[in-house]
């Protein structure tokens, strides 16, 4: 079974800054995708930016971006400029890209991680 | 506009008593997700659908149950066999093959 490890259970950071958040898993599958979730007071879940596991190239979304590392199975996500908006709780998530259909698509998490955003 | 959405905001459960959260979308998506979060905890699923009429265990199903009699709705019984209801609940559609669409959710407690 996958597994998805979150080590930084609180994070802060100045406003402007970047900061970088990180995300490990484990997988005896190659190919998958990588998410990365925000979830503000308001509880609602909201998808930052995903990572398809065959390609290469590290996604980006305005002033979210990743470091997908396939051999260390490391995911951060790094933000950049941060914003008093982006404080939240951060979840990474796993899903396998072996099957088709809505009973494959089962996203495992990670335990979160908060972020403060320092005025 | 198109979306999700889950009442009630919050629910209160007595003991032995089931309870029903209800989950619509106005979105057109085949495939619906319930999803559990505790404090301090990621996202666990409890049931999923993929088609009217059709419906899949998740990871944690026992103590509870659903119906899919309809596209737009997919709503969740929580029964007196789950001991340990209070939690955050979510309700997701899924849109082609990578996203998922959230509800605003549901925070069920015990009295």
């Known amino acids: 079974a996958q597994t998805v490890t979150q080590s930084q259970p609180e994070m802060s950071v100045q406003e402007a800054e970047t900061v970088t958040l990180s995300c490990t898993y484990d997988t005896s599958e190659s190919d998958y995708y990588l998410f990365w979730y925000k979830q503000p007071p308001s509880r609602q879940m909201i998808l930052v930016i995903r990572?398809?596991?065959?390609?290469?190239q590290n996604a980006t979304e305005n002033r979210f971006s990743v470091n997908f590392q396939k051999a260390a199975k490391s995911f951060s996500l790094k933000i950049s400029d941060s914003q008093l908006g982006d404080a939240a709780m951060y979840f990474c998530?796993?899903?396998?890209?072996?099957?088709?259909?809505?009973?494959?698509?089962?996203?495992?998490f990670g335990k979160g991680t908060k972020l403060s955003v320092i005025p | 506009d198109g979306g999700i959405t889950q009442s009630p905001k919050y629910l209160f459960r007595k003991e032995g008593q089931n309870v029903t959260l209800s989950c619509e979308q106005n979105l057109n998506h085949d495939a619906m997700y319930w999803y559990r979060q505790d404090p301090g905890q990621g996202l666990r699923l409890i049931y999923y659908s993929q088609i009217v009429n059709d419906f899949q265990k998740g990871d944690i199903a026992e103590g509870y149950s659903v119906s899919r009699e309809k596209k737009e709705s997919f709503p969740l019984t929580v029964t007196s066999a789950q001991k340990n209801p209070t939690a955050f609940y979510l309700c997701?559609?899924?849109?082609?093959?990578?996203?998922?669409?959230f509800g605003s959710g549901t925070q069920l407690s015990v009295l």
């Open positions: 990572q398809e596991a065959y390609k290469q």
């Open positions: 998530a796993y899903r396998s890209a072996l099957h088709s259909g809505a009973g494959s698509y089962q996203l495992t």
């Open positions: 997701a559609s899924r849109q082609g093959e990578e996203k998922l669409f």
